[in-house]
């Protein structure tokens, strides 16, 4: 693959997410059926509820970004660094942050043990926040450039490692064995 094709996709990834983000954000936490009375038709626009304003995208998408911004200023994986613009973007007092990330980041503890600690004071720490920002890092580190399997293995590990900032449950990084192959 050249490396124009490559970046297209790359940011078709990125863009597309957020842009996925944003159509399904007034949606977010409604009742069953919603869209579909909405759009009966099945293709919707982007709009505004929920809170949000047409566009807008959810912290999802503001911590994507903030993954993005750290990859590539500290060129390449910086837990800590990370850690610590999801915390400065959380004191900010976003519109919308998850219950559990808030508390991860607020608590105060540091970066590389806050999430376990609300996970063995919780029990529970499995949300899907960490899922819904890993396109970032995927698009990242599967770099063209390297094998295969190594792509695929560097990738799974950064989106883990990523996940447990905020995500203390391991359930939060499991794969299941059936995408193993």
């Not at 936490?29 to 809170?51: K, L, N």
């Not at 607020?106 to 949300?127: M, Y």
């Not at 920002?133 to 990738?155: I, K, L």
């Amino acid at each position: 693959m050249d490396q124009g094709s490559r970046q297209d996709r790359v940011v078709g990834a990125v863009v597309g997410s957020a842009v996925g983000d944003a159509l399904g954000a007034p949606f977010e936490f409604g009742p069953a059926g919603v869209y579909t009375t909405r759009f009966p038709e099945g293709v919707g626009a982007m709009c505004g509820g929920g809170g949000w304003d047409p566009g807008e995208a959810t912290d999802d998408t503001q911590m994507a970004v903030l993954v993005g911004e750290s990859l590539l200023e500290r060129d390449g994986l910086d837990l800590a660094d990370m850690f610590g613009r999801f915390r400065r973007w959380a004191a900010g007092e976003p519109k919308d942050i998850g219950l559990q990330t808030e508390h991860v980041l607020t608590s105060g503890d540091p970066w590389d043990v806050a999430a376990a600690l609300h996970f063995q004071i919780e029990g529970r720490a499995a949300g899907n926040g960490s899922l819904m920002r890993a396109a970032t890092s995927a698009v990242y580190f599967a770099r063209a450039d390297g094998p295969e399997p190594a792509a695929r293995a560097a990738t799974m590990d950064a989106a883990r490692r990523i996940a447990a900032l905020t995500h203390g449950d391991r359930a939060a990084g499991r794969v299941p064995p059936s995408s193993m192959t």
